[in-house]
């Protein structure tokens, strides 16, 4: 059974920093293209960033760009993003996800191409 379990998430203020992780089981990262997406109240999911970690290829949103860092670690089977210089509008529940697909890029932001996806962790970041 796969499982993605996401932590790290709570409460910063403006230009602060925060670093998430999403674990993951019964799957090998090394398989498949990993998805960090968020969710604010009213909208739809984003895509923030994408890792395959077959090779270390990433993407970033425009919106993120710059701040934010995707990382993996193979050994312990974990995906991590690192925020920073975080502003009011990145307050989301933030998820990762993946799928076995090995496509980075724009295209590959859609969160239905995603067929596994962690219960998520709430980002709050307040002026």
């Known amino acids: 059974e796969v499982q993605l379990v996401e932590s790290g998430g709570g409460l910063v203020q403006t230009g602060g920093s925060l670093r998430l992780s999403c674990a993951a089981s019964g799957l090998t990262l090394h398989d498949v293209t990993i998805g960090w997406f968020r969710q604010a109240p009213g909208k739809e999911r984003e895509g923030v960033s994408l890792?395959?970690?077959?090779?270390?290829?990433?993407y970033y949103s425009d919106s993120v760009k710059g701040r934010f860092t995707i990382s993996s670690d193979n050994a312990k089977n974990t995906v991590y993003l690192e925020m920073s210089s975080l502003k009011p509008e990145d307050t989301a529940v933030y998820y990762c996800?993946?799928?076995?697909?090995?496509?980075?890029?724009?295209?590959?932001?859609?969160?239905?191409?995603?067929?596994?996806w962690g219960q998520g962790t709430q980002v709050t970041v307040s002026s």
């Open positions: 890792i395959r970690s077959s090779d270390g290829n990433t």
């Open positions: 996800a993946a799928n076995h697909r090995p496509y980075i890029g724009s295209y590959y932001m859609d969160f239905n191409w995603y067929d596994y």
